[in-house]
């Protein structure tokens, strides 16, 4: 007999990636002990992004303006792209690349019907002038590889430079545990000193 | 250069039980990819539920209205006490018990100085009329073992039944990987057969 009102934010809880029953029924609870105050700064919070943030024109990235600040700031000799704004977070973090960036909002999956046109390949190729570079981050799996050579089969008649991110070993994990495409891969890319 | 209103965002759904930041991220980036209508359904889950939802004056459980549906319906030969609202729907859902709750909001903590009129023991007093026994049901750790200890205290030399949930090796799991502390207690309170 719990009240139609929790209910129904337990059920909305629910839409959030990987919560399942039981983790937001805990979100729930820890909102009704909530000040009144703290649950109206929760709920405008998630109104006000989804209505300020939209996507950057040019990059693909969140931001709350037409151009994100990073398009009009970067090295624009450099493009580094991946499938979604989140994968961009992860390059920022590292602090060492500062060209510009590009987000497909997708990789291609034919399985699932998402061909060239359904992803931000048409604004990634308006987008070349003066680029040097196309570095290729998408993920290490079948969608991103395939979006990475079709990407590349696309740029390389251009004359652009296109480079994709190493793949091999991770950084402090053992051999021994490495899975074995990873290990096939790290031994084909193998580099020499 | 996360934009304000997503940075907001990750904020506020860092402040719910153990979420991090990627987490918290992973979260806000779901809500960018909610339609407008969808994002607005979930904030007003949150304002509604907390807006709506309040404490039963009598149980202590969450309600819409003043008494909950329970404490009206149910044998109030009975009552089984908990710690919180949300113990009650851990038991609620074997569905084999048809009596009251009492919900104390706390348990005794005299290192965080909770004594005993900072949780509803004042309430389960005024409860007592008509009530045959009372089950305490709250957390089998230091507090929850000092707060039934506590009210059996209170209760007995007023003639009601007062019970505790039986501890022991739960269920399904093996003797040799029990705590010591259950595995003493399974040996204290061993039934015949």
Do not use: W
């Amino acid at each position: 007999m719990m009240p139609e009102a929790l209910s129904r934010l337990v059920a909305e809880f629910r839409k959030l990636p990987a919560v399942g029953l039981k983790t937001a029924s805990r979100y729930a609870y820890s909102v009704l002990e909530m000040s009144e105050a703290d649950a109206a700064d929760f709920a405008n919070a998630i109104t006000e992004a989804r209505r300020k943030i939209h996507i950057c024109k040019l990059c693909g990235d969140y931001t709350e303006n037409e151009i994100c600040e990073r398009c009009q700031t970067a090295d624009k000799s450099t493009i580094l792209v991946v499938g979604e704004p989140k994968d961009i977070r992860a390059i920022e973090k590292l602090g060492t690349y500062n060209g510009l960036y590009h987000a497909l909002h997708g990789l291609l999956d034919f399985r699932k019907g998402v061909g060239a046109d359904n992803i931000r390949i048409k604004e990634l190729l308006e987008r070349l002038y003066g680029v040097k570079e196309v570095i290729l981050a998408t993920n290490p799996d079948i969608s991103g590889e395939m979006t990475a050579n079709y990407i590349a089969g696309l740029l390389k008649p251009l004359g652009v430079k296109v480079t994709r991110l190493a793949h091999g070993i991770p950084m402090g994990s053992e051999i021994e545990y490495a899975d074995e495409m990873t290990l096939e891969r790290a031994l084909d890319d193998r580099k020499e000193l």
